[in-house]
């Protein structure tokens, strides 16, 4: 990743691997025993990098007997968790190898400084390619850092790759990354912190977009070094949609011109950690529940083994979160989408009506000790299922706060599709010298509920880019851009467009203290912000949002 992650040190997690190494023994057999896992075995092998290093990896095959396709998944987070249920995809068409990424669980003996995971990618598949269960035909798949590995191996072109399924993950290593809006994601960020321990310290080390950011960017975009298809899966839930359709766009025009038409984007109602689960917070989506591992079965069909129409045309395939149903599309957004701007008013009102009154504000008090709660939305809590994420009801500990201002249309005449890009630009005013402005979209049901879809942030001192800090002068009234990432949904007809804004939206985002001092500075002291939000003549604030006609 660029920062100094202590890889090795895995004390925080010691209670978790007792309890797993606990399950594996009981239940998939430890040494040398291959147990079986329905149509599969499992063997335990070694292996060898260029450098003399091995990493630990458990192979499965469906018979011996014969050479099969492989599919390589590349994990940080222990390959034992297999070894409970087997391979993540049901078929059983091909073996699996799962190795621990160098440093890690099994592969600790194989610690390097800064190593070059590409480059033990390319290893793994070469070695695969070479043994005798194998017919030369490599693909990788998985999730975030399963995913980024992916994009890593194939920068450097192993020639038995033949195709790759990485999901809601990104090549290009960008500041908005941890820090959207110019804000940390706390909840996110101490996630990960568990699992590489010292990210965390490393993040906070560098909270603006400096040299060291300018260098990773640079040095993570390489989508021309890219030269195998890619099935692109991302979730409207998850923290950076934006991203992986960024990262597709850049590989249908910069990826090596023979793959440029080949690779496919798919785009599901799924939060971080739960692609392909029908529940998704207080909402179900049962017609997208399987449909990125079916994907992904269709694509490895397709391209390991010369079977099937792999993933049809059109190439961007997406689920409307509003009328529960796929669609499909030639470009994300659609050549034929359209800006549909919404106006704040003082009554609470949102509409397409521009704000004629010379004057008109609302306030907007932030006491950064009780701030407005995280409920639901792009946490990242990772494995914490007990958490709220994806979509909730905003009534319940959000809407209703002093600290929080809402502004909602009239109930729809007729349905308006979203799909693309949604940003606002708040016209804001404070006495504190930095703040935070928080906004929170959400359907508002005819029952009353506000269930969310996006929620996004941007720090004061931050906007006008990311590079520079520039402190807010008392009194004076700043536009200040939200970028809200990407969604894809129709309100349909009855229901009513609503934002919350406020300045917290807390463990999502860390809380700003006000002080306009060192950020994240440890026991900072805490101030009251009196923030104004204007919706007037010279200052309308105002909702931007992706639509098709």
Not at 72 to 100: E, M, S
């Amino acid at each position: 990743m660029g920062f100094r992650l202590r890889a090795w040190t895995l004390s925080r997690s010691h209670f978790t691997t007792v309890i797993l190494t606990i399950l594996v023994a009981t239940f998939a057999g430890v040494g040398g025993a291959k147990p079986a896992y329905g149509w599969m075995d499992r063997y335990e092998v070694q292996i060898p990098m260029r450098d003399g290093k091995h990493l630990a990896a458990d192979l499965y095959l469906p018979d011996s007997s014969h050479r099969w396709p492989t599919i390589l998944i590349q994990t940080p987070y222990n390959k034992a968790w297999y070894r409970l249920g087997g391979p993540p995809l049901d078929t059983k068409d091909y073996a699996f190898v799962i190795a621990d990424w160098r440093g890690f669980w099994g592969s600790r003996d194989a610690f390097v400084l800064l190593p070059n995971r590409g480059k033990d990618g390319y290893d793994c598949v070469e070695w695969i390619a070479d043994q005798k269960w194998s017919d030369g035909h490599v693909g990788t798949w998985g999730a975030s850092a399963l995913g980024i590995v992916q994009y890593q191996t194939a920068r450097e072109q192993p020639p038995h790759l033949d195709a790759c399924v990485p999901m809601v993950a990104d090549f290009k290593m960008h500041y908005e990354r941890y820090y959207p809006g110019g804000i940390l994601l706390e909840a996110h960020v101490d996630m990960l912190d568990r699992h590489f321990i010292g990210m965390k310290d490393s993040l906070l080390a560098h909270p603006s977009h400096d040299w060291l950011w300018k260098r990773q960017e640079q040095s993570t975009d390489f989508p021309e070094d890219i030269a195998d298809p890619m099935l692109i899966i991302g979730g409207w839930y998850d923290y950076t949609p934006a991203s992986v359709i960024r990262a597709y766009n850049d590989l249908i025009t910069r990826s090596d011109p023979q793959v440029r038409t080949d690779h496919r984007l798919v785009m599901g109602p799924w939060v971080h950690s739960g692609i392909d689960e029908k529940k998704q917070g207080q909402l179900r989506y049962r017609k997208a529940a399987g449909s990125a591992e079916k994907a992904a079965i269709a694509w490895f069909d397709y391209w390991l083994r010369g079977v099937g129409p792999g993933i049809t045309e059109p190439p961007v395939r997406w689920f409307d979160m509003g009328t529960k149903a796929w669609q499909q599309i030639d470009t994300w957004p659609g050549s034929n989408s359209q800006q549909t701007v919404l106006y704040l008013h003082e009554d609470g009102s949102l509409s397409e009506q521009a704000p004629i009154e010379a004057v008109s504000s609302s306030e907007m008090p932030y006491d950064p000790s009780r701030p407005s709660p995280s409920v639901g939305g792009a946490v990242g809590y990772g494995l914490l299922k007990w958490k709220k994420e994806g979509p909730y009801d905003q009534r319940d500990g959000v809407e209703g706060r002093a600290d929080v201002l809402t502004f909602t249309t009239e109930p729809l005449s007729q349905d308006l599709t979203i799909a693309g890009p949604v940003s606002a630009a708040i016209y804001l005013s404070s006495d504190r010298p930095d703040t935070d402005v928080m906004v929170r979209l959400t359907d508002v049901y005819p029952d009353g509920r506000s269930m969310l879809i996006l929620d996004a942030a941007r720090r004061a001192r931050f906007r006008i880019n990311f590079d520079a800090e520039q402190l807010l002068e008392p009194g004076v009234v700043y536009e200040i851009p939200v970028n809200l990432q990407d969604t894809g949904i129709t309100i349909p007809v009855g229901h009513r467009i609503r934002i919350d804004v406020s300045s917290s939206n807390n463990s999502r985002y860390f809380a700003n203290p006000n002080d306009g001092g060192p950020l994240y500075k440890k026991n900072a002291e805490l101030f009251i912000a009196n923030n104004v939000v204007y919706h007037e003549q010279d200052h309308p604030s105002r909702l931007i949002l992706t639509t098709l006609p």
